[in-house]
């Protein structure tokens, strides 16, 4: 009697092992979380973009191409 007790608590110990093992491994693909990337600002138009987005000239980054060759906006500040 206390040995099948005692079977039944190791295979629900065992389930609940098992089931937090695929909720880890299986973990939800999260959509561009601002984690760790740090976000750089278009000197031209102010808007921040993901560092391995930006386009970088000298000290300054720029969100596109065309924002590159135009350069750094003087109208803000
Ligand atoms: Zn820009």
Redesign the pocket.
Known sequence: MLLRLLLTLALIGALTWLWRNRRRQAPPAKPTEPSGEPMLR??????Y?PQHLALTSGASS???Q??LQKGPSHSER
């Open positions: 278009c000197a031209h138009c102010g808007l973009i720029y969100c596109s065309a924002h």
